[in-house]
């Protein structure tokens, strides 16, 4: 069985969070953001408290995250950040279930508007194939190219 079809969703607002898994969030989103990307940044933007956090755990191991935001939170319309796989399964096609997880649970939550992103360059492909398009031109964000993108 592969660790896709063994993946345990969850989601939960910041102030649900055990301390285990806010714990487990910034230690995947730092080991990925801020060391394997060499990013020196505070990952801690005060944007936690307002959004609903998507996990998936493959047994006691944080494989996926992303958060999710209503409209008005980030940007105007719905929005999905952070999101983010484990290293140790990339090649798996985690990050397109947590991508799927995300886009359902947004829509659910927030209704068929639309939902933005911003997205790190080089994954731009990868958002576009869930629909996303890019709007606007390319940014800096903690020093990495950027660029926003919009599911309609």
């Not at 790190?120 to 903690?142: A, T």
């Amino acid at each position: 069985m592969s660790v896709s079809e063994e993946i345990n969703w969850g989601l939960k607002p910041f102030e649900r969070l055990t301390a285990k898994e806010l714990y487990q969030v910034l230690l995947l989103r730092s080991k990925v953001f801020v060391v394997e990307q060499k990013c020196i940044y505070l990952d801690m933007d005060n944007k936690d408290q307002k959004a609903f956090h998507l996990m998936g755990w493959y047994h006691n191991l944080l494989v996926a995250y992303s958060r999710l935001f209503a409209p008005g939170d980030y940007f105007r319309e719905a929005a999905m950040g952070r999101i983010i796989s484990a290293p140790e399964v990339r090649g798996q096609g985690i990050g397109k279930l947590l991508m799927q997880e995300s886009i359902e649970i947004a829509r659910r939550m927030y209704g068929e508007g639309a939902i933005r992103i911003a997205a790190q360059c080089y994954l731009e492909e990868f958002y576009h194939s869930f629909g996303f398009q890019r709007e606007g031109g390319q940014f800096l964000e903690d020093g990495i190219p950027h660029i926003e993108m919009v599911l309609k």
